[in-house]
Structure formats: C-alpha cells, structure tokens
C-alpha cells in the first residue's frame, strides 16, 4: 500500500516544447511544489526525484574494465571501474550528469550484485 502524505504543484516555468530554457525559473518551482508538500506532510523533504527530457538530454551506455590482483574484489577496484566506465570522451557542448551503474561482471560472469 501506497499512502501520499503530501504534494506540490506548480505552474511549468523555464520550460518550451520538453526543453529547459531558464534553469533559475525550474529551480524556483520545483523550490516550490517542495515547499507546498513538506507543508501538507508536516515534514521536511531530504531528497527528490526529477526527471527532465528533451531533444538536449541522452544517455549513453559505456564499458569499463580494471584489471583486478586480489582474490577479492574491493571497494577500490569498483570505483576504479566505474571511473573507467566515465572517462570517455564527451562533446565539448555535452556534460556528464551522472553514472548509473546498471551491472558487473568479473570474468564475464555477468550479473554480480554489489552489497
């Protein structure tokens, strides 16, 4: 079960056909949609989940591989994957929001689960 203790709204500023226009104006209502929800939840939000798209947003998926010398794998040697995995080269005009790390593999067993 699903119980909604609170939400916000607001009328879509800085926005034109999908795309962002003015980044200050989207801050400023998704500021206060927070605002409006924390009121009606009488508490106070820690994080949010916001999905923007448009013709300026992609995704792309990419590969790393590290070499790994112990027996067990370690924190280091994920970040050093991950690490790798983001260090491609990107346009000049593009910018990396995030990495999302959607598997692992060692030994091309694939599958592997991180704790």
């Known amino acids: ?7 916000g709204s607001c009328p879509s500023r800085g926005m034109d056909k999908g795309g962002v226009n003015d980044l200050e104006s989207v ?4 500021q206060r949609a ?11 939000i820690s994080s949010v989940y916001l999905a923007l798209s448009g013709k300026h947003i992609s995704c792309q998926n990419e590969i790393g591989m590290v070499p790994i010398s112990e027996e067990e794998v370690t924190q280091d040697d ?12 990107v346009r000049d ?20 689960k991180t704790r």
Request: proline share 2%; with cysteine; hydrophobic share 45%.
């Open 78 to 89: 994920v970040e050093n994957v991950v690490h790798t995995a983001k260090s491609v080269r």
């Open 27 to 30: 801050v400023k209502c998704v």
């Open 1 to 7: 079960m699903i119980n909604i203790i609170g939400v």
């Open 93 to 112: 005009e593009h910018r990396v929001l995030h990495v999302i790390p959607q598997e692992y593999a060692i030994d091309y067993q694939e599958g592997i």
């Open 34 to 44: 927070i605002d409006q929800a924390e009121l009606m939840a009488d508490c106070q």
